[in-house]
């Protein structure tokens, strides 16, 4: 059995990893609680996932001071614009949240879907690989793609292992955006997204307490301090990457990891 503090950084390192990465954090938790018996069941929680889901958000922050910046200068119609496409591509998926929550969605508990979508998510990003080889790309992002990006963020809440900046940025390179002005859209939405969730999560927490999470705020909170170091540097690294590579190595490895998780739903 492995001790609990252990749990808790290596569970944070791979969230920190994955989260922004468009490998599915969902799929890479999965398969790591498989492997490591015994869990702490507060680490099974939704309270925990969005908890160390903000902490590797949070950690981005610093990566994106000049961005952010620039977006707080009003005066500039460009700067107004972009705000403006975070902040509607985030109200339609906090509304579509909000109406799944009331519809009491819950997400499926077993592997094979999260799998599926995985090794499907694999083959769109190398199909779109194929589709923008050819094709002129901008650095803008247009309505169309704020909105789209935004219906691409409930499809990744509804079907775990789509991962929410993998079909974010695929649903910006298919509608001509360039792979950095894609992965940083992504990434700006994600950011409030990620932290509304967090804090939903946390006042139905403290308004209806779980007997999984009550007593184990330390390791919840050494698991999302964890997240955000090693987010900071994977954000950084991938951030460089993509200005002069293409998505499909993650393709690759997100088929390599659905067909791993299968396997092993087989196997159990």
């Excluded at 977006?71 to 339609?92: H, M, P």
């Excluded at 194929?130 to 990006?149: E, Q, Y």
Aim: glycine share 8%.
């Amino acid at each position: 059995m492995v001790p609990d503090w252990l749990a808790a950084v290596l569970l944070g390192t791979v969230e920190g990893l994955t989260e922004f990465i468009p490998v599915s954090s969902t799929g890479h938790l999965l398969l790591t609680e498989h492997l490591l018996p015994g869990l702490n069941p507060v680490f099974r929680t939704d309270f925990f996932n969005v908890v160390v889901q903000a902490g590797a958000v949070l950690a981005v922050l610093p990566l994106f001071r000049r961005r952010l910046e620039m977006l707080a200068q009003w005066k500039s119609q460009e700067s107004r614009a972009f705000l403006l496409k975070i902040l509607v591509a985030f109200a339609f998926t906090a509304a579509g949240g909000l109406v799944l929550n009331k519809l009491n969605f819950k997400l499926p508990e077993t592997v094979a879907p999260v799998a599926w979508a995985l090794i499907a998510g694999g083959l769109a990003f190398l199909l779109a690989e194929r589709w923008i080889r050819t094709r002129p790309l901008t650095d803008t992002v247009s309505w169309i793609t704020a909105c789209t990006v935004s219906a691409a963020q409930l499809l990744a809440a509804v079907f775990p292992g789509t991962s929410r900046s993998g079909a974010t940025i695929l649903a910006a390179l298919l509608l001509g955006t360039s792979r950095p002005a894609a992965t940083e859209f992504s990434f700006l939405v994600g950011i409030p997204t990620l932290l509304a969730a967090a804090g939903f999560k946390l006042l139905k927490e403290v308004r209806h307490p779980s007997d999984a999470v009550t007593g184990q705020a330390p390791l919840v909170l050494l698991a999302a301090l964890t997240s955000a170091a090693v987010s900071f540097l994977a954000v950084r690294w991938l951030l460089r990457y993509v200005q002069n590579h293409g998505f499909s190595g993650f393709g690759l490895y997100r088929i390599a990891l659905g067909t791993a998780l299968l396997l092993t739903a087989l196997a159990s």
